[in-house]
């Protein structure tokens, strides 16, 4: 058994080249033609090219089942086998790495499938590590920390072989320097396997780090500290009044077996610009902790689940938020409004801008005991394709402001008209400001405004004022642009229009408003330089 895993493998040292020294000695002869076999001198298998086995590593992974090595030695064909049926090379129909390039520290995901009239065992091997299976298969391995080979290699049970690479590049781990490392807290290993802490960089508190978790000494998975924490925010003195950094991960079902588990939590080093250093990673406060995990009794639930607002104009986003106790969850839409997967627990995410449609948006959370789903509903309307049309008039006058001899008073009425159309129902509404300017010896005295507007047509209603220009919606206080002609102020007011989708007895679901700007920008001498308007 040694002798036929231990492969190249052994070469790596002196210790293990004498092991493939006396393996290769001991190594026994093909058996002889059994009975009924056709005979042409030599057995079948005699005649067989050996494939030349390349490095391997024994071992298994969380949730693969290996295959023991000897239930595939090279041996005697089957009664009956023909040279044609026996030395067939496995075909290998696929091996891939997925992510690739997988993010520092992460895990990566290898999948195979090979196919042979015979029975077929395979191995993946690489300086992480490697696992032995079936004809098809997957193994995870993390973290991986540098570009790292794999090698696929299946053979049948006559020594037939074939091989496979794929090699995984990582991305990120090539941060600047790093002043600090991270800090943090393994707050608790819950009964059902859900770890959950926080963690922060001193170089970064505006970025939620990476956190890895390891069982028993060996990686497990990273997860992203992402999770609103009030309480760390709160508590300055942990990450600078930042509150993002929580995270909340399901241990994987190989570790929920009742049995005594070591899990320690470590934050991964980053630089000022949240750059994954590749080094200094710090083990968090509260690690390792020992627990006994089982699986979770009951399923997640989903305590709050929403879209804000739930109804939009073409081209807006909206926000999705959720809570739950889960440990992982995601969001997919129907039609394609966005989806997203690993996501924490609890908390939010904005789409992308949306197009006309009925949009469905499905959160799936799950735990150790499976998963549940809820949905929520958001409507895109068409955006209302309106036009605005501006103009003014002049008003001269002659009257005088007591207070002050001589005052001369120009004004200017400037309006803004909204053109809009409701499917066929056309809209119009007109928003206007007059403003008066009182000058004497070339520099402005005073100012008044009013402000009006025409009734909205169908839908639209005026929801009052949404902002003033430098002075009050009257101007009634004395106001004075100092200097010469070269100084100039906008006199300006800002309405706000409001239009409504109503629904039978849920009332106003979503609104869109409408903000018009008019005035009149002058200059201290009292000429005008130009109307403010869209």
């Known amino acids: 058994m040694l002798c036929r895993k231990i492969g190249v493998l052994a070469v790596v040292a002196p210790v293990g080249l004498a092991i493939v020294m006396a393996c290769m000695a001991a190594a026994p002869g093909r058996a002889a033609d059994a009975p009924g076999t056709q005979s042409t001198g030599t057995s079948a298998a005699s005649t067989c090219p050996q494939s030349t086995r390349p490095f391997m590593v024994d071992g298994t992974a969380p949730g693969v089942t290996a295959v023991p090595a000897g239930a595939f030695q090279p041996g005697a064909p089957a009664a009956g086998a023909s040279t044609e049926a026996t030395c067939v090379p496995p075909t290998l129909n696929d091996f891939a790495a997925s992510p690739n390039p ?42 991986v920390t540098a570009q790292t080979y794999f090698e696929l290699y299946c053979w049948d049970a006559y020594g037939d072989g074939n091989t496979a690479g794929v090699t995984v590049s990582v991305a990120g781990g090539g941060g600047g320097p790093s002043a600090s490392t991270p800090i943090g807290w393994l707050d ?35 997860s992203l500290a992402s999770v609103s924490r009030p309480d760390v925010a709160a508590a300055t003195w942990a990450c600078n009044g930042t509150g993002n950094h929580g995270f909340a991960y399901q241990l994987p079902g190989y570790l929920l077996d ?33 627990v006994t995990p089982g699986a979770p009794a009951t399923l997640p639930t989903i305590s709050a689940w929403s879209a804000s607002p739930n109804g939009v104009w073409s081209g807006s986003t909206t926000v999705l938020s959720w809570s739950t106790d889960a440990a992982s ?41 499976g998963s549940v789903s809820k949905s929520v509903d958001v409507e895109v309307e068409d955006a209302d394709d309106g036009s605005y049309s501006t103009g003014h008039a002049t008003i001269d006058g002659s009257r ?8 001369k008073w120009k004004g200017e009425e400037n309006w803004v008209n909204r053109n809009s159309f409701k499917g066929v129902i056309g809209v119009r509404w007109t928003f206007y400001t007059l403003v008066q300017w009182c000058v004497t010896k070339g520099q402005i005295r005073n ?52 239009f409504c989708l109503n629904f039978p007895l849920v009332g106003a679901v979503y609104c869109k408003d409408d903000h018009p700007i008019v005035g009149v920008l002058i200059r201290g001498d009292g000429t005008r330089v130009d109307t403010y308007a869209p």
């Open 102 to 143: 997988v993010g520092y520290g992460g895990s990566v995901t290898l999948s195979w499938s090979a196919s042979s009239p015979n029975p077929l065992s395979c191995n993946v091997s690489s300086s992480l590590g490697g696992v032995t299976g079936g004809a098809s298969g997957s193994w995870t391995i993390g973290p």
């Open 188 to 222: 608790s290993v819950g009964s059902g396997g859900l770890a959950s802490g926080w963690s922060c960089d001193g170089d970064a508190y505006g970025v939620s780090i990476y956190v890895q978790v390891y069982a028993d000494g060996a990686f497990v998975a990273q």
């Open 258 to 290: 009742g049995q005594p588990h070591t899990i320690k939590v470590v934050g991964v080093n980053v630089d000022s610009n949240g750059g994954v250093v590749g080094s200094g990673n710090a083990e968090l406060s509260g690690s390792p902790m020992t």
């Open 329 to 369: 969850c995601s969001i997919g839409s129907s039609p394609s409004g966005g989806s997203w997967s690993g996501l924490a627990g609890s908390g939010s995410i904005t789409t992308p801008a949306l197009a006309a449609a009925y949009y469905s948006y499905t959160l799936r959370c799950a735990n150790g005991a």
């Open 400 to 407: 005088t402001l007591a207070s002050v001899d001589g005052c």
């Open 447 to 498: 100012v008044t405004r009013q402000s009006w507007t025409s009734t909205p047509a169908t839908g639209w209603s005026f929801a009052g004022f949404s902002s003033t220009g430098p002075c009050s919606q009257t101007c009634g206080d004395y106001v004075t642009l100092y200097g010469t002609h070269q100084t100039s102020k906008n006199i300006w007011i800002q309405g706000r229009y409001q």
